[in-house]
């Protein structure tokens, strides 16, 4: 990647990378909070006892 490009103004280098791998952390982010909550819905049904 390059540091220097000469068609662009200070405030565009700085903005960092153009690739945009925001999609990957929002889907990872995503899975693994509907991971966390089906293992605290099966902790919880788990521990439930049976009704008379």
Do not use: C
Not at 3 to 25: I, L, W
Not at 31 to 43: E, K, R
Request: no cysteine.
């Amino acid at each position: 990647m390059k540091t220097y490009d000469p068609d662009k103004t200070t405030t565009e280098v700085r903005q960092g990378s153009s690739r945009k791998m925001n999609a990957r952390v929002l889907v990872t982010s995503m899975i693994g909070v509907i991971v966390l909550f089906a293992i605290i819905y099966l902790v919880y049904t788990l521990t439930q006892s049976n009704p008379s």
